[in-house]
């Protein structure tokens, strides 16, 4: 049978090598099992991040963007990417598409701003597939719809004229990013809801978002003929510390799918940062619905490798619980990748007059690079079974990606083949 085994390490990013016979110290199989069906792995699009890919030249740029996007090229191969609906906190400044304040009509709403960067990075993205699929979410609302009025902090002010005007506000967007070629297959409704902060930000409750949906947003999807999907998301709760102690799974995904009326309007639940610790309940209470991770936890701007090896746990956890897809934040970025709010976050790559291409790019390919759309994740048995993932793609190959996280090999009979695995490594098998 034939094999293929890339490999990640500390001191070596990316090789490809023969598998050796060891001794075997550990076990590791497939159990019979099928679980989710796979949509895609993505990055999402904002502005520092087209900024820093227009500081390269013409040549290396494009070979940044087919390393990203190509279906061709020896990358990632992304087919799921995430839009923001104005401004991200990785935006150049903060905007939204209507700041025309009692605009209920939304007559003034534009998305001129998007075409400088977003539009033109999206699109360098479709020229390489033109299959990939989209989802969109807003940080925050038009600052007049706020209270306060802000892009940061503060909540949507809840009156009938403004929520009719919002959900407005999101039809526009489908309808002029459709007239751009980019269609947008799902609208998720809030980033972040939990948290009130200093950068693009909107506190949202459960009992709210099933209000919008139900009052709102889902009988105008149906007026306007829209078939983009309304998600619940992108939630980042539950909260786990002093800052919002009371959120969890109940608040939100448990309370809102359990309204009738809004329920028949979801398609499914995104989650980020800690609503890694509702994604198994929610696949649980709700197996019928779509799950997401909608953003990779973002890191310090240092790019280590012991940062990427928790982000290698991170896909392991979300893809283990059944989500559906899985979307890394910043796909380019500046040295230290410093926001307009002063974090300096990791990306995949970092430009600096040259693409460096760092350890999250890799841990992102062992993945992406092998596993396609529709293929059916695999369970595994096994006491290396909680460092894997296995995937069987539509054209019959499996996928293995497995971390060896001890400073020894480690040896394992897998699909009848043996497997050694390099000390504090992260590994693809391709069989």
């Not at 500390?10 to 199989?29: C, I, M, P, S, Y």
């Not at 609302?141 to 209270?147: D, G, I, R, V």
């Not at 009938?160 to 990013?177: D, G, Q, R, S």
């Not at 020894?408 to 083949?417: A, D, P, R, S």
Request: one cysteine or more; a negative charge.
């Amino acid at each position: 049978m034939h094999m293929r085994i890339y490999t990640s390490t500390a001191d070596k990013q990316w090789f490809e090598h023969n598998a050796e016979e060891g001794r075997v110290n550990t076990t590791l199989d497939l159990d019979g099992t099928e679980h989710q069906e796979w949509d895609g792995f993505g990055g999402c699009f904002n502005e520092l991040s087209q900024m820093a890919l227009l500081s390269l030249g013409e040549e290396e740029r494009n070979v940044v963007y087919d390393m990203l996007f190509s279906k061709e090229a020896d990358g990632l191969r992304f087919d799921f990417c995430r839009i923001p609906i104005g401004a991200s906190d990785y935006a150049e400044s903060w905007y939204s598409l209507n700041e025309s304040e009692g605009d209920y009509e939304m007559k003034n709403f534009s998305i001129e701003r998007d075409r400088k960067y977003l539009i033109p990075y999206i699109k360098e993205a479709l020229k390489r597939n033109p299959h990939m699929k989209f989802f969109a979410s807003p940080w925050s609302p038009p600052t007049w719809m706020k209270y306060p009025k802000a892009n940061n902090y503060g909540t949507l002010v809840w009156t009938e004229e403004n929520l009719k005007a919002y959900a407005m506000y999101f039809v526009k967007f489908i309808e002029a990013y459709e007239k751009e070629g980019i269609a947008i297959s799902q609208l998720h409704l809030q980033n972040e809801p939990v948290s009130s902060q200093k950068f693009p930000s909107c506190i949202w409750t459960g009992e709210q978002f099933a209000e919008f949906i139900v009052k709102y947003l889902g009988p105008l999807f149906e007026e306007k003929k829209i078939e983009t999907k309304i998600w619940l998301g992108t939630l980042n709760c539950p909260e786990t510390d002093e800052r919002a102690p009371y959120t969890r799974f109940n608040n939100y995904a448990n309370l809102v799918l359990h309204d009738e009326e809004a329920y028949k309007y979801i398609e499914g639940v995104s989650y980020q940062w800690a609503g890694k610790y509702a994604v198994q309940i929610t696949h649980e209470c709700f197996p019928e619905k779509k799950l997401i991770q909608s953003e990779n936890e973002c890191g310090d701007g240092k790019n280590t490798w012991e940062y990427a090896k928790y982000v290698y746990e991170l896909f392991r956890h979300y893809i283990h619980n059944e989500v559906n897809a899985y979307v890394y934040w910043n796909m380019a970025l500046p040295p230290k990748g410093k926001s307009t709010w002063g974090w300096e976050q990791n990306s995949m790559i970092t430009i600096d007059g040259k693409a460096e291409y760092n350890y999250e790019y890799y841990v992102m390919k062992h993945f992406a690079r092998f596993i396609r759309p529709k293929a059916r994740r695999l369970g595994l048995k096994g006491h290396f079974s909680g460092t894997s993932v296995a995937f069987k793609n539509p054209d019959g190959s499996k996928i293995l990606v497995v971390q060896n996280p001890f400073s020894t090999e480690k040896t394992f009979v897998f699909n009848g083949q043996s497997i050694t695995l390099t000390p504090d490594s992260i590994n693809t098998v391709i069989f």
